[in-house]
């Protein structure tokens, strides 16, 4: 396996640890916005699927700027991803992504019209594993950066990887 498949792969299988993400947009106006969504389907390729409201802003967004940003963050793992996004509306899609928890936010289910989805295609990504001995290691060596007055190589924990062709 090349080096850039199991960078890959550790992205893919950090990533898959989350059940939540901050989608990132930019807006009308270019401001920046992050707002947690749930997942409601992750890909082996790394696609990304959200349910939302068609009125949403982050819909609203998507509709000028397809460009897009995920990050995740728990337990010494991060991810970003940087790829494009889009509104489906797709009554096919929209019935396979359904779940119960979904309820909390389109009462009506899949009758609801506003219930959309969102499509995020990765093209690129990073992440930073500090979990585990790994974390024990990164934090050895920012005793060391301090006892030392040397500089932390941040560097050294984040992996880059491109996700898709």
């Known amino acids: 396996m090349t080096a850039e498949r199991d960078e890959q792969q550790k992205l893919s299988e950090i990533v898959g640890r989350f059940g939540t993400a901050m989608l990132v947009t930019t807006s009308e106006d270019d401001m920046i916005r992050a707002r947690p969504m749930r997942i409601a389907e992750l890909c082996d390729d790394g696609e990304m699927w959200f349910l939302t409201s068609r009125e949403s802003t982050q819909a609203e967004d998507l509709t000028e700027d397809i460009r897009a940003a995920i990050t995740l963050q728990g ?10 996004a889009s509104v489906i509306r797709e009554r096919e899609r929209l019935i396979e992504l359904w779940s119960p928890a979904a309820k909390a936010w389109f009462p009506d ?5 506003e219930l959309v989805a969102i499509r995020f295609v ?3 990504g990073a992440y930073w ?3 585990g001995t790994k974390g024990l290691r ?11 007055g040397e500089r932390l190589d941040e560097g050294s924990s984040e992996r880059h990887a491109r996700v898709s062709s």
């Open 75 to 84: 337990e010494g793992r991060y991810a970003s991803l940087s790829g494009m």
């Open 109 to 113: 289910g899949l009758d609801d019209p």
């Open 122 to 124: 990765p093209i690129e």
């Open 129 to 131: 594993d500090t979990s």
């Open 138 to 148: 990164y934090l050895l060596k920012m005793a060391k950066a301090i006892v030392t």
